[in-house]
């Protein structure tokens, strides 16, 4: 599922997308003479849980906790 895709410069662009309950971010540089990508992936429900425990307070963790299962599914 794709989540956010966009440019980072001339050259460069991002996609961030949900593939099989993981987070994949990739960043892709492409330039006249060198490519090069970047891929990171995580699993959606570790991200979900340490970005609610980065934000202060309760709301958050209930609100991200709906995120978290529609992710998963």
């Given amino acids: 599922m794709e989540l956010a895709q966009g440019p980072?410069?001339?050259e460069a662009n991002y996609d961030v997308k949900l593939e099989a309950g993981k987070l994949v971010i990739v960043a892709k540089y492409d330039g006249v003479e060198t490519d090069a990508e970047?891929?990171?992936k995580i699993?959606?429900?570790?991200?979900m849980d340490k970005l609610a425990a980065l934000i202060p307070g309760s709301i958050d963790d209930a609100i991200l906790?709906?995120?978290?299962?529609?992710?998963l599914k």
Wanted: aromatic share 6%; no cysteine; proline share 0%.
């Fill in 38 to 40: 970047l891929s990171v």
């Fill in 8 to 10: 980072i410069g001339a």
């Fill in 43 to 47: 699993d959606a429900g570790l991200f």
């Fill in 65 to 71: 906790a709906v995120i978290k299962g529609a992710m």
